[in-house]
T-cell receptor, first 115, second 112 residues
Framework: DTGVSQNPRHKITKRGQNVTFRCDPI?????LYWYRQTLGQGPEFLTYFQNEAQLEKSRLLSDRFSAERPKGSFSTLEIQRTEQGDSAMYLC?????????????FGPGTRLLVL | GESVGLHLPTLSVQEGDNSIINCAYS??????FIWYKQESGKGPQFIIDIRSNMDKRQGQRVTVLLNKTVKHLSLQIAATQPGDSAVYFC???????????FGAGTRLAVHP
């Protein structure tokens, strides 16, 4: 399968713990995006990378969140000192090209539950 | 598994009928629009897209219509099948940006 992959698919953690999620984009896609989705809502943009550069961050991305894409391939999203409000589905998407009119293809998501 | 769109508006159709899902978008400067399908426990799946210089685009069994005057987007699904049951989201990309802004979503329920 050459689609976007995310690991783990599910994560249960206790409040205050740190968690890290991984996203592997479609091969050769230079752009990678992170979104968050809560039940009953559409995905909300968090941040995106073009190659290894993080070009935009949403105000939703508090100081406890950090994302990296060190070699311009896979990306990690870390949440420090998790809170119950962080419980959501974290989605990764990727696209190719340099313009803004690109189709973003999504992975299956990582479902986070903070107890 | 968990359910996507617990409190979303629902469109119920009979198998074989045509479905029309509507979406109002927010930004008159948006120049790219995409429809996604999301099944429970899965990520959004690309269905069809349209650029702002077009008003209609057709795919396999799906058609997207864009009315920029009233900022309205619709997705038409021909001969709806049980496998089409899912939550459908429209998304827009405002000009000059790269992030998708998603609409509220509509649940499509197909009955045999």
């Amino acid at each position: 399968d050459t689609g976007v992959s995310q690991n783990p698919r599910h994560k249960i953690t206790k409040r205050g713990q740190n968690v890290t999620f991984r996203c592997d984009p479609i091969s050769e896609h230079n752009r990678l995006y992170w979104y968050r989705q809560t039940l009953g809502q559409g995905p909300e943009f968090l941040t995106y990378f073009q190659n290894e550069a993080q070009l935009e961050k949403s105000r939703l991305l508090s100081d406890r969140f950090s994302a990296e894409r060190p070699k311009g391939s896979f990306s990690t999203l870390e949440i420090q000192r998790t809170e119950q409000g962080d419980s959501a589905m974290y989605l990764c998407a990727s696209s190719s090209g340099t313009g803004s009119l690109q189709t973003q293809y999504f992975g299956p998501g990582t479902r986070l539950l903070v107890l | 598994g968990e359910s996507v769109g617990l409190h979303l508006p629902t469109l119920s159709v009979q198998e074989g009928d045509n479905s029309i899902i509507n979406c109002a978008y927010s930004n008159s400067a948006s120049d790219y629009f995409i429809w996604y399908k999301q099944e429970s426990g899965k990520g959004p799946q690309f269905i069809i897209d349209i650029r702002s210089n077009m008003d209609k685009r057709q795919g396999q069994r799906v058609t997207v219509l864009l009315n920029k005057t009233v900022k309205h987007l619709s997705l038409q699904i021909a001969a709806t099948q049980p496998g089409d049951s899912a939550v459908y989201f429209c998304a827009e990309i405002p000009g000059g940006y790269n992030k998708l802004i998603f609409g509220a979503g509509t649940r499509l329920a197909v009955h045999p």
